[in-house]
């Protein structure tokens, strides 16, 4: 019997550990199991499957409520979205900049509305600037995610590898150039999936307008689960909700991976075949060969 292989990482689990995990994966997927049916008699024993909680959703009324809080939670998230990236991307060229007093503010504004709270800079322009609720939500959430953003593209350009960077320069490019052709375009291969990730807590965040009454998703929720006549259905609410907004963060992640294999296929990233060195012709006067 030979023994296991080994990798440079980590020894190859043998039978007798192959086997323990096995016992261990089955044990877990049993817990877990337990832990459903134990949540699902719950909500059965406490009544959240009874046709009463659950008629509000046959009125038309409560599905226009519910539409027009996805749109608005999507509206609010759109335009937050572009003004993080273009935010995002204005103060990473601050930070990244050759002169001293615009990096200095730069990277003071980067620091400060990082360190803020969301929910703190949206009652701010809510309240002390007397600002309508969705400017106020979209003004919280750019600050927050396009200082974020921020560090995302400065970190995704400073990941190309140092030598392309003075490649470019030695062609006679200048920084512009440098940065827009060079640069950019290969961070953001780097920075793809944490800019997803940060653009999936925006869309979470924009929840957060319900506290300043913006007629978003969770509002709409909020108003049907505080409803007397229908006996408080708030568990419905929450799993009518929940899945919509989960499914809209994986299919923005989905978005990404499909943007991300595309560039991988893109003509400008595919490899190039370069032809076999031929023998060069005899110079004038060599006598070899």
């Known amino acids: 019997m030979t023994a296991p292989s080994t990798t440079a990482l980590y020894d190859v689990p043998g039978p007798h550990t192959r086997r323990r995990h096995r016992i261990y994966a089955l044990a877990g997927t049993a817990v877990l199991l337990v832990l459903l049916g134990w949540i699902i008699y719950l909500l059965i024993h406490t009544g959240q499957f009874t046709y009463r909680k659950w008629m509000p959703f046959e009125y038309k009324g409560i599905q226009e409520l ?43 504004l980067v620091e400060f509305f990082r360190a803020m709270p969301v929910l703190v800079m949206i009652f701010f322009v809510f309240v002390a600037l007397k600002v309508q ?4 939500l979209v003004t919280g959430l750019t600050l927050y995610n396009g200082s974020v953003l921020a560090e995302v593209f400065r970190a995704g350009v400073n990941s190309v590898d140092r030598g392309q960077r003075e490649a470019a320069y030695s062609l006679g490019l200048r920084k ?93 990233t595919r490899q ?11 110079m004038p006067g060599d006598t070899r060969g």
Not at 92 to 100: F, V
Not at 133 to 136: R, Y
């Open 66 to 108: 519910l539409l027009n809080g996805l749109a608005g939670t999507l509206k609010a998230f759109g335009i937050a979205a572009v003004l993080s990236l273009a935010l995002g991307g204005v103060l990473a060229a601050g930070r990244l900049s050759e002169h001293r007093p615009v990096r200095w503010v730069a990277t003071l």
């Open 133 to 136: 609720p969705l400017p106020a």
């Open 176 to 268: 512009t150039q440098v940065m827009t052709s060079v640069l950019v375009p290969q961070g953001v291969r780097a920075m793809l999936p944490a800019i997803i990730s940060q653009l999936v807590v925006a869309l979470k965040d924009t929840s957060l307008g319900f506290l300043i009454t913006y007629e978003e998703f969770l509002h709409a929720g909020k108003l049907i689960a505080s409803n007397l006549d229908y006996d408080l259905p708030f568990i419905p609410v929450v799993m009518v909700i929940s899945p919509i907004y989960i499914g809209m963060c994986m299919l923005l992640s989905w978005f990404a991976n499909w943007v991300a294999k595309r560039e991988r296929r893109s003509v400008k």
């Open 272 to 282: 190039v075949e370069v032809a076999a060195a031929e023998p060069a012709a005899p």
